[in-house]
C-alpha cells in the first residue's frame, strides 16, 4: 500500500466500528492483510471481511458502500466466490482499492481451504468489530492446518522404510508431530522420518535434500541434514528424508535471560552460514530481498489499530529503508531464524531447524533474530560477536532491525498461535525500547 493512502486507510479503520454498530445484520468485522497476496495480486490496499446475516441482500443493492466508505466511492465489481462468501470490489477517489468480503455467520467455521476461505483467512487478520463473539471461531480457522494429501501413518513409514531402507524398517517408530507441510516420526533414538503431508512441501523435500547437505558443511551447529533419501512409493507420492534426530529444546520455551548464554554461538553459526550461495540456491520472495519489497505489507499492517500507537515501529521500518541496500553477493540464509527454530540445552545452542525458507540474498534477513530471540544483554553479545566476525555493519544491522519488525508485525497479529505470538510481542517490546 502507498504512503499517499495510509490517511484514507487510518480514517476507514476509525470508521468501521460505530458503522458495524448500527447495523443489525452486522455481526462482525474483520481486518485481512493477505487476501490479495493469497490470490496471486497486489492490487488492493484493504481488505475488510463483513460477517453478516443480510449477505445476499447487500451483495444485491451495494447502496450501504457509501456510508462505510465515504462519499464519491465506486462499487467495480460484486462477486460471489463459494457458499458462504460475496466480493464487492470498490475504489476510492484518491485511488485507495478496498474489497469488502461479505460472509455468513456459517464461513467462520469453513474449512481454510474452501475455494472462497482460502482468499481471506491468512496473514494479519484482525478482528475490528466482534462484540457477540461471532469471528472467534476464527482463530482456530486460522491456527488449523489444512488438509493433507495423502494419509502419514505409522503403517505407511513402515512400508517405505522397509522397501527402501530396510536396515531402518525393524527401529521404535513414535509419531514426533507434524506441521502445515510435514509429518515426523522419530526412529529409534538418533533418527527421525520427515514426511511431506501434502504437494504444496514437495519443493521444500526437495531443497532440504539438496541443500542441508552442503549448509550443514559451513556450520558447526547441529541441522537436519538427510543422512537417507526415500522416494515415491507405496502408495505414497513424495520424495521424503531420514534426518537425524537433533537433541535440545526450542528456544522459546526458555527465557529471554537464559538464552544470553549462547548468543555468541548463534552469531558464529550465522556467520558461518552466510556465505556466497551458489546460483542455483532457491527463491524466496519475501526473505533476503530488498526491505523495499516489503515496504506495502508493512505499512499495512503499522496501520491496524492498536500495532504502533506511538509511531515507534514505523520510525524504525523508515530508518531500515533509508540503509543502504545490501551490495554484496547473495548470501544463503535460514529465512527465519527466531526462536521456534532455534534448539538449545539451556546453555548452548544445539540445533538450527525448519529451512523451508532457506534463500539467499541480504543476510540482514537472519540478523532479526537479534530483537526475536534476545534481550538487550543478549543481542549485545550477538552483536559484537558478529562485529568481531566482519559479519555486519551499521548499514545491515539497521535493516536487521527492519526485517525484525516485519517479522513482529506478521507473529503479533497470529494470535491462533501463541508460539509465535508471543515471540513477536517480545520482539516488539525490544524494538520499541530502542531508538534511532
Known amino acids: 500500500m502507498s504512503a499517499r493512502h495510509a490517511a484514507d486507510v487510518a480514517a476507514l479503520l476509525g470508521r468501521v466500528p460505530a458503522w458495524a454498530a448500527a447495523h ?15 490470490r496471486a495480486r497486489d492490487d488492493s490496499d484493504v481488505d475488510l471481511v463483513l460477517l453478516t446475516t443480510a449477505r445476499a441482500a447487500r451483495g444485491a443493492d451495494t447502496a450501504w458502500v457509501a456510508g462505510l466508505l465515504g462519499d464519491g466511492v465506486r462499487v467495480e465489481r460484486v462477486q460471489t466466490w463459494g457458499p458462504h462468501l460475496t466480493e464487492v470490489r470498490c475504489a476510492l477517489p484518491t485511488g485507495l482499492e478496498v474489497e469488502l468480503g461479505l460472509a455468513d455467520p456459517a464461513w467462520a467455521a469453513t474449512d481454510p481451504v474452501d475455494p472462497g476461505t482460502a482468499r481471506v483467512v491468512g496473514d494479519g487478520f484482525l478482528v475490528l468489530h466482534d462484540p457477540a463473539g461471532a469471528l472467534a471461531a476464527l482463530a482456530d480457522v486460522v ?39 510435514n509429518e515426523m516420526w522419530r526412529l529409534g533414538e538418533d533418527l527421525a522420518v520427515r514426511l ?106 503499522l496501520l491496524l489499530p492498536g500495532v504502533d500507537p506511538d509511531g515507534r ?45 532457506l534463500t539467499a540474498g541480504d543476510p540482514a534477513c537472519d540478523l532479526a533474530t537479534a530483537w526475536l530471540t534476545f534481550d538487550a544483554e543478549g543481542r549485545a553479545a550477538f552483536a559484537d560477536r558478529l562485529a568481531a566476525r566482519g559479519a555486519v555493519d551499521d548499514a545491515t544491522w539497521r535493516r536487521a532491525r527492519g526485517w525484525a519488525v516485519a517479522m513482529a508485525l506478521v507473529m503479533v497479529l497470529r494470535p491462533a498461535d501463541p508460539q509465535l505470538a508471543s515471540i513477536g510481542r517480545h520482539a516488539v517490546a525490544q524494538l520499541t525500547a530502542e531508538r534511532v
Not at 505409522?154 to 507441510?181: E, F, I, N, S, Y
Open 24 to 38: 443489525d445484520d452486522v455481526v462482525g468485522v474483520g481486518l485481512c492483510g493477505s487476501w490479495a497476496a493469497a
Open 143 to 181: 491456527g488449523r492446518r489444512p488438509p493433507a494429501d495423502v494419509a502419514v501413518d505409522a503403517d505407511l513409514v513402515r512400508r517405505v522404510l522397509a522397501t527402501q531402507h530396510p536396515d531402518l524398517a525393524d527401529l521404535p517408530l513414535r509419531h514426533a508431530g507434524g506441521g502445515w507441510d
Open 196 to 301: 511431506p503431508r501434502r504437494e504444496m512441501a514437495r519443493r521444500l523435500a526437495t531443497n532440504e535434500q539438496r541443500w542441508l547437505p552442503v549448509l550443514a558443511r559451513l556450520v558447526e551447529v547441529a541441522i537436519p541434514a538427510p543422512v537417507r533419501v526415500g522416494e515415491p512409493g507405496e502408495g505414497y507420492p513424495y520424495r521424503w528424508s531420514v534426518v537425524p534426530w537433533l537433541p535440545g529444546a526450542p528456544a522459546w520455551r526458555t527465557p529471554p535471560t537464559s538464552r544470553r548464554a549462547w548468543a555468541t554461538d548463534l552469531a558464529d553459526a550465522l556467520a558461518d552460514l552466510h556465505v556466497p550461495a551458489a546460483p542455483e540456491a532457491p527463491e524466496n520472495p519475501v526473505r533476503a530481498v530488498p526491505l523495499a519489497r516489503r515496504d506495502g505489507a508493512v505499512r499495512q499492517r
Open 313 to 357: 515501529l514505523r520510525a524504525l521500518w523508515e530508518d531500515a529503508l533509508a540503509a543502504p541496500e545490501w551490495s554484496g553477493p547473495p548470501l544463503w540464509a535460514h529465512g527465519d531464524a527466531h526462536p521456534a527454530n532455534l534448539l538449545t540445552d539451556g546453555e548452548r545452542l544445539t540445533g538450527l531447524v525448519d529451512f523451508g525458507d
